[in-house]
């Protein structure tokens, strides 16, 4: 983040200037989260899951439906 300090009637005011990042929405539009799809893991895969999200700042249902919509097109290229 860029901060300029700008001194203004004799008072200094800060801004920050957002950097520009790629837009992560929830869901996709058309996809409802009223029909969760509940998943059982292993502590070592929920462990695993956990830590794809955090690298990733995603929150752990995001990743594991990335993971799902990748293991699809994997499973469906074969």
Do not use: W
């Amino acid at each position: 983040m860029n901060c300029v300090v700008q001194e203004l009637s004799g008072s200094q005011y800060t801004i920050m200037k957002q950097v520009e990042h790629d837009q992560r929405s929830r869901l996709p539009k058309g996809i409802a989260s009223k029909n969760p799809t509940p998943m059982c893991l292993s502590d070592g895969e929920c462990s695993e899951l956990e830590a794809l999200a955090a690298k990733e700042s995603r929150s752990i249902s995001s990743m594991a439906r990335l993971v799902y919509l990748r293991g699809i097109a994997a499973i469906q290229a074969d």
